[in-house]
Structures are given as structure tokens and as C-alpha cells.
């Protein structure tokens, strides 16, 4: 089992709809969470961070953690064909000493058409 | 804007040739690790720094990758011999601590041939 997991998609929404993104992750011990934005060729831009259940707002971005259900989510509302990239779900994974190290899904490719 | 520095940004290289990829963390950034990235493996972790100092480097093929930090503003991944299945994307990105977010540089695309 990976330690982080997301449908590879494509995940395909008309423009000014609901995207919904979703990843499951393994280890109960994670405390950080985080969400990047990648676009093809180039580096992962990180987007949000949630570290509690609940959502977290920001602009047309939404997280959603349940930590009871190892479940974290994306939501992007009012979609734009510029919110078209890959969506990296990223987790902060205990390691040994004290110390996490930052895990990613493979990432959910999102295409936005007009 | 605080950036992660990477250098070079594309490497084209010959079977058996050395590889060092370089990365400048942000100022103040105590945490960094090195990723490699394929569309069929996707972002794997390589190596983790934190103060500097190693503490994980178990996805790293041992007996031709290396990884160092010689300062605070240095990090270093070395390929000796490079294999054409080395050629990728390979990140570095560093953050300021446990927890936080974690900032990517731009990448050094390596070919070898």
C-alpha cells in the first residue's frame, strides 16, 4: 500500500464548476498536509497546508481534513482553465528520531475546458 | 520573492559520466530535501537534511548516488556513474522546520545518453 494515494484522473470539469480532489494517506501518526499545484514543466507550487480536522478556506480554495478517515481533499470552486495542472497531495510522515519527512501522492492531472 | 536555487537547470550527459546537481536553500531554511521526479514513479524522496545533517537517505541507490550538505547554504546530489534510467527531474526544496510548507526549486532535468 502507498503511504499516499490520489486517483491519477484525468479529471475533467467545465469551466466555473466544482473541482474535487481527494487523497488517502496511511500513517495515522501525520500531522501536516498539504496541497501543490504543478504545472507542466515545472516545480510544485504549494497551495494549502491543513493541519486540523475541518476546512480551511483560502480565495476559491478549500481543504478538507479528517484525520478519523485518513482523508484530504481539495475543493476549487469556480474553476478556471487556468486552475488546469497536476494536484500533488503532500503528507508530513512520522520518521524515526522525532522527525517527519514530506511523502506525495502521484498527483491528480485536473483539466479545465471553456 | 525567497527562492530555492538549483543548478544547472538542464544536464545532458554521457552513460558513465559524473552527475553533481546543486541546490541553494532559502536563507534561514533548516529542513531540505532532494526529489526525483518521473511520470512513472513520480515525486520520489531521495535524501532529507535537516541542520544539515542526514537523516534519511533509504530511496537513494547507494553505490552510485550521494548526497551532501557541506553549509547551511549548500546542498549537493551527486551521480557516480550516471545510467540512462537516471534521467528525470530531480527537485530540491527546503522549508523552515517540522510541520511547515516547503518551497521547490526549479528543477535540474537530467539526460543521459
Known amino acids: 500500500q502507498k503511504e499516499v494515494e490520489q486517483n491519477s484522473g484525468p479529471l475533467s470539469v467545465p469551466e466555473g464548476a466544482i473541482a474535487s480532489l481527494n487523497c488517502t494517506y496511511s500513517d495515522r501518526g501525520s500531522q501536516s498536509f498539504f496541497w501543490y499545484r504543478q504545472y507542466s514543466g515545472k516545480s510544485p507550487e504549494l497551495i494549502m497546508s491543513?493541519?486540523?480536522?475541518g476546512d480551511k478556506e483560502d480565495g476559491r480554495f478549500t481543504a478538507q481534513l479528517n484525520k478519523a478517515s485518513q482523508y484530504v481533499s481539495l475543493l476549487i470552486r469556480d474553476s478556471q482553465p487556468s486552475d488546469s495542472a497536476t494536484y500533488l497531495c503532500a503528507v508530513d510522515s512520522p520518521f524515526s528520531g522525532g522527525y517527519n519527512k514530506l511523502i506525495f501522492g502521484a498527483g491528480t492531472r485536473l483539466a479545465v475546458h471553456p | 520573492d525567497a527562492r530555492v536555487t538549483q543548478t544547472p537547470r538542464h544536464k545532458v550527459t554521457e552513460m558513465g559520466q559524473e552527475v553533481t546537481m546543486r541546490c541553494q536553500p532559502i536563507l534561514g531554511h533548516n529542513t531540505v530535501f532532494w526529489y526525483r521526479q518521473t511520470m512513472m514513479q513520480g515525486l520520489e524522496l531521495l535524501a532529507y537534511?535537516?541542520?544539515?545533517?542526514?537523516?534519511?537517505d533509504s530511496g537513494m541507490p547507494k553505490d552510485r548516488f550521494s548526497a551532501e550538505m557541506p553549509d547551511a547554504t549548500l546542498a549537493t546530489l551527486k551521480i557516480q556513474p550516471s545510467e540512462p534510467r537516471d534521467s528525470a527531474v530531480y527537485f530540491c526544496?527546503?522549508?523552515?522546520?517540522?510541520?511547515?510548507?516547503?518551497?521547490f526549486g526549479s528543477g535540474t532535468r537530467l539526460t543521459v545518453v
Open positions: 537534511f535537516r541542520n544539515r545533517a542526514p537523516l534519511d
Open positions: 491543513i493541519y486540523s480536522n
Open positions: 526544496a527546503s522549508g523552515p522546520g517540522q510541520g511547515d510548507g516547503y518551497t
